[in-house]
Protein backbone atom coordinates (compact mmCIF):
# COMPACT_ATOMS: atom_id res chain seq x y z
CA UNK A 1 0.00 0.00 0.00
CA UNK A 2 1.63 3.76 -1.11
CA UNK A 3 -1.49 5.31 -0.40
CA UNK A 4 -3.52 6.04 2.92
CA UNK A 5 -6.73 8.33 3.81
CA UNK A 6 -6.60 10.85 6.02
CA UNK A 7 -9.97 12.76 7.20
CA UNK A 8 -8.92 16.33 8.31
CA UNK A 9 -11.83 18.52 9.84
CA UNK A 10 -11.45 22.20 8.65
CA UNK A 11 -12.15 25.33 10.71
CA UNK A 12 -15.71 25.78 9.57
CA UNK A 13 -16.16 21.91 10.59
CA UNK A 14 -16.44 20.51 7.00
CA UNK A 15 -14.52 17.05 6.24
CA UNK A 16 -11.89 16.74 3.88
CA UNK A 17 -11.26 12.96 2.50
CA UNK A 18 -7.99 12.77 1.47
CA UNK A 19 -5.38 10.24 0.05
CA UNK A 20 -1.77 10.92 1.31
CA UNK A 21 1.41 9.28 -0.29
CA UNK A 22 3.10 6.69 2.28
CA UNK A 23 6.73 6.88 0.19
CA UNK A 24 7.02 10.29 -0.10
CA UNK A 25 7.92 10.90 3.90
CA UNK A 26 5.18 13.59 4.13
CA UNK A 27 3.68 14.25 7.32
CA UNK A 28 -0.46 15.80 8.11
CA UNK A 29 0.76 19.68 7.98
CA UNK A 30 2.23 19.03 4.10
CA UNK A 31 -0.65 16.83 3.19
CA UNK A 32 -2.76 19.22 4.35
CA UNK A 33 -1.04 22.13 2.07
CA UNK A 34 -0.70 20.21 -1.35
CA UNK A 35 -4.76 20.04 -0.47
CA UNK A 36 -4.80 23.90 -0.21
CA UNK A 37 -6.41 23.76 3.50
CA UNK A 38 -5.40 26.35 5.55
CA UNK A 39 -2.60 25.31 7.29
CA UNK A 40 0.20 27.87 7.38
CA UNK A 41 3.50 25.83 8.61
CA UNK A 42 5.30 29.04 8.80
CA UNK A 43 8.63 27.19 10.11
CA UNK A 44 8.31 24.45 7.63
CA UNK A 45 7.99 21.37 9.94
CA UNK A 46 10.38 21.85 12.23
CA UNK A 47 7.76 21.99 15.52
CA UNK A 48 8.50 25.84 15.94
CA UNK A 49 5.46 27.49 15.20
CA UNK A 50 2.40 25.32 15.94
CA UNK A 51 0.55 26.85 13.05
CA UNK A 52 -0.18 23.30 12.02
CA UNK A 53 -1.39 22.49 15.16
CA UNK A 54 -4.36 19.85 14.78
CA UNK A 55 -6.79 17.53 17.43
CA UNK A 56 -6.74 14.16 16.93
CA UNK A 57 -10.30 13.12 16.75
CA UNK A 58 -9.42 9.40 16.26
CA UNK A 59 -8.12 6.74 18.02
CA UNK A 60 -5.36 6.34 15.85
CA UNK A 61 -2.35 5.01 17.87
CA UNK A 62 0.61 7.51 17.15
CA UNK A 63 4.28 8.08 18.61
CA UNK A 64 4.85 9.50 21.83
CA UNK A 65 5.08 13.33 21.26
CA UNK A 66 8.87 14.51 21.22
CA UNK A 67 10.18 17.23 23.41
CA UNK A 68 10.40 19.88 20.88
CA UNK A 69 6.70 19.13 19.87
CA UNK A 70 5.63 19.38 23.46
CA UNK A 71 7.59 22.40 24.23
CA UNK A 72 5.91 24.06 21.06
CA UNK A 73 2.62 22.95 22.28
CA UNK A 74 3.53 24.23 25.69
CA UNK A 75 3.43 28.00 24.20
CA UNK A 76 0.79 27.34 21.53
CA UNK A 77 -3.17 28.73 22.14
CA UNK A 78 -6.17 26.56 22.06
CA UNK A 79 -4.03 23.73 23.18
CA UNK A 80 -6.20 20.57 24.10
CA UNK A 81 -5.64 16.95 25.63
CA UNK A 82 -5.46 15.63 22.01
CA UNK A 83 -3.49 18.38 20.38
CA UNK A 84 -0.49 17.45 17.85
CA UNK A 85 1.43 19.24 15.39
CA UNK A 86 0.78 18.54 12.20
CA UNK A 87 4.31 18.79 11.01
CA UNK A 88 5.26 16.18 13.70
CA UNK A 89 2.61 13.43 12.40
CA UNK A 90 4.48 11.31 9.60
CA UNK A 91 2.34 9.36 6.76
CA UNK A 92 2.59 6.09 7.28
CA UNK A 93 0.44 2.81 6.89
CA UNK A 94 0.17 2.08 10.73
CA UNK A 95 -2.20 6.21 10.33
CA UNK A 96 -4.51 4.98 7.52
CA UNK A 97 -8.05 6.46 9.05
CA UNK A 98 -6.79 9.18 11.07
CA UNK A 99 -8.75 12.14 11.68
CA UNK A 100 -7.67 15.40 12.58
CA UNK A 101 -9.37 18.74 13.28
CA UNK A 102 -7.59 21.58 12.66
CA UNK A 103 -7.10 24.32 15.79
CA UNK A 104 -8.19 27.84 15.60
CA UNK A 105 -5.89 30.04 14.26
CA UNK A 106 -4.24 32.96 16.65
Partial sequence: MNEINVTVIDREGVSHELVAPTDMSMN?????????????GECGGMAMCATCQCYLESDTELPEQSD????????????????RLGCQIQITEDINGIVVRLAPEE
Fill in 28 to 40: IMEVCKAYDLPVK
Fill in 68 to 83: DELDMLDQAFFVEDNS
